[in-house]
């Protein structure tokens, strides 16, 4: 099934009749039409109902305009559309409003397939609740789960099994939590091994975007994500300068908050041997702890302002600077010695490397699959 569509201009365009009631001489129909309304965005489709009558030999003609405003005090018009007609209209003028949304109004004429909004709206799906694509990809349960998806949408008693989905025991649905949450965990190593030795910082930052509660296994309170790539403030006359750190979390409790700040698997730590058994720590490092630091004095500095112009509530006591920076794997006994001898003085920022981080991850998993 597709939808033709017609541009008259540049900001407006004519769609397919369509048929709300149909006889052998009569007919009634909508006549879509998709605009740029410049007032409000959302409200794109207007249109016009249109009375069709014919002889049985002849085409469809609109019937002669009426004047509504001729008429008089006492006269009145009732144009009754059914329950069925109804339904289809809205479901009709939902493909337009998806069509002006995804494309505007593109010159000339067009044709949309009513089978591609329909899959973008899976797709959407998909992007709300990554969760659903890792379970359906998952070589064990993908096929199980797509039989039962068919199999609950082609019985006629869905709606039954539907409601007891809904009322599954507490035990039950922590055995469907746990399943889900293994599947996902282990999707998350696989994508650890396959990329360690990946430099791309945006990389790192989207996985941990998408699998927040890693980050949350730092911290002994429970701590939840209140943001990414957040403004601290900092920016100068020329609008620039300003300080952006990749995440802050914040205390479920308290409301204060803590900074993350991430770097990749192949920042380095340790320079050269300074004297014998003791290394100077790199610029990677040093680096990322001033660039924290700053972050952190910035968001004290300006809370005031942040506070204000933020739609939710938030502390900054005396906030958690979290920088998460390269494998701790790769240093010898002699080099770790160090390293761990200047992380322990670090007062002001905890660090911990990628691979001490999913090492917790692979713990979660071996916790959750023993259960």
């Not at 016009?48 to 469809?60: A, L, T, V």
Request: with cysteine; hydrophobic share 40%.
């Amino acid at each position: 099934m597709n939808i033709s569509v017609n541009s008259t201009s540049k900001d407006s365009a004519f769609g397919q009749d369509i048929i709300l009631r149909e006889k052998s001489t009569t007919r009634l129909l909508f006549r879509p039409q998709i605009i740029n309304n410049r007032n409000n965005t959302n409200a794109s489709v207007k249109g016009c109902f249109i009375f069709q009558k014919k002889r049985p030999s002849e085409s469809w003609e609109d019937y002669k305009e009426l004047d509504l405003n001729k008429l008089k005090a006492t006269e009145w018009i009732k144009l009754e559309i059914k329950s069925e007609e109804m339904l289809n209209l809205m479901t009709e003028l939902d493909a337009y409003y998806k069509i002006h949304k995804d494309y505007g109004i593109e010159p000339g004429w067009k044709k949309y397939f009513k089978t591609d909004l329909q899959i973008q709206k899976v797709i959407d799906m998909f992007k709300q609740d990554s969760s659903l694509f890792d379970a359906l990809l998952d070589e064990s349960k993908g096929e199980l789960l797509q039989n039962t998806l068919k199999w609950v949408a082609s019985t006629d008693n869905s709606e039954k099994i539907i409601s007891r989905l809904l009322k599954v025991k507490d035990a039950e649905l922590d055995q469907l939590n746990n399943l889900i949450g293994i599947t996902n965990i282990r999707k998350l190593l696989t994508t650890w091994y396959q990329n360690r030795n990946n430099d791309d910082e945006e990389f790192w930052q989207k996985i941990f975007k998408e699998n927040a509660w890693v980050l949350s296994q730092i911290f002994a309170s429970p701590l939840l994500l209140f943001d990414e790539k957040a403004y601290l403030g900092g920016k100068g006359i020329g609008n620039k300068g300003g300080k952006v750190v990749d995440f802050i979390f914040q205390n479920d409790i308290s409301k204060d908050v803590a900074l993350i700040e991430i770097k990749t698997p192949n920042a380095k730590l340790l320079s050269s041997e300074y004297r014998h058994g003791a290394f100077s720590i790199h610029s990677d490092l040093t680096g990322a702890i001033v660039q924290v630091l700053a972050y952190k004095e910035q968001l004290q500095r300006e809370y005031s302002n942040l506070w204000q112009n933020s739609d939710s509530d938030f502390k900054v006591f005396n906030p958690v600077s979290v920088l998460i920076v390269g494998k701790i794997a790769e240093l010898d006994e002699k080099k770790l010695q160090s390293f761990e001898l200047y992380r322990k003085e670090m007062k002001n920022v905890v660090i911990i490397t990628f691979d001490e981080l999913f090492k917790k991850v692979k713990l979660l998993l071996k916790l959750l699959s023993a259960n």
